[in-house]
């Protein structure tokens, strides 16, 4: 197996991914099929599922002979693929039917650009259990999508107030509430300042979630500008980030449940 990424934005994108990834989890399991690289995994404290699909055309290059699945110490990857300079292309390599137990990392620069040094880099494999879970497709009682951005500097100034979110969704505006022992802080989103939205007619949501997992999952704004959030009363949040090309990041948060 062997893939390689040399677009800025890409790389970008690809370095900020693993970067929001290790704070979710100490070793990642990164599936190389045919068709695309896809890994899936739960949070730490098991209370967030993360499910990414990147598929083959999104890199430069993408030449798998045979479906393989690797583990690997999320903080020593996104330590060495943050290492790239401007001009370096990401070129990652497995070779299991010979060095089954390292994958192979390089840093290169085609055009000998001074100053920016080629890196080679061995990453010792781990061993773990990695169960996939099959993720239904349903639909959501609303759906929209905002700027990444703007998301993530509200999102951050709810955390002060308190430690959960309340979301109300009807369709003329949006309300998100955060209570604490500081105050209350409520934004309101009117509906003409989302890039998307839908509801059932009539319908009002009001729900809950932890506002330390809202907040990891919406600092990754370099991954994309637009945040597409779906909720249901009875469902758990999906939050996604669309990469183009039909590839895709997305969370899934249950709801806190009302004691």
Not at 25 to 44: A, C, L, P, R, V
Request: charged share 25%; aromatic share 10%; glycine share 4%.
């Amino acid at each position: 197996m062997k893939l390689s990424i040399i677009e800025k934005t890409k790389k970008d994108i690809f370095i900020s991914l693993f970067q929001h990834l290790k704070s979710c989890s100490n070793f990642i399991t990164i599936i190389f099929k045919e068709s695309e690289m896809y890994i899936q995994g739960m949070d730490k404290s098991h209370v967030c599922l993360f499910d990414i699909k990147i598929v083959s055309s999104w890199f430069d290059s993408y030449d798998i002979d045979n479906e393989e699945s690797i583990t690997v110490n999320s903080i020593f990857f996104h330590n060495i693929i943050s290492m790239t300079q401007e001009k370096h292309h990401i070129n990652i390599k497995y070779q299991g039917d010979i060095d089954p137990d390292f994958i192979e990392i390089e840093l290169t620069n085609d055009a000998n650009e001074k100053g920016e040094f080629n890196k080679y880099f061995k990453l010792p494999l781990v061993e773990n259990e990695n169960v996939l879970l099959t993720i239904p497709e349903v639909d959501y009682d609303a759906e929209f999508s905002i700027n990444s951005k703007k998301i993530s500097e509200i999102v951050s100034q709810l955390s002060i107030f308190g430690d959960n979110m309340n979301i109300k969704c009807s369709e003329e505006k949006i309300e998100i509430i955060s209570t604490g022992v500081g105050g209350e802080m409520m934004v309101n989103i009117p509906i003409d300042d989302l890039t998307e939205f839908s509801i059932s007619e009539g319908d009002i949501i009001n729900t809950s979630y932890s506002l330390t997992y809202i907040n990891k999952m919406c600092i990754a704004t370099k991954l994309s500008h637009e945040i597409y959030f779906s909720i249901s009363a009875e469902r758990p949040m999906r939050i996604k980030y669309d990469l183009g090309e039909n590839s895709h990041v997305m969370f899934f948060i249950a709801s806190k449940i009302e004691e």
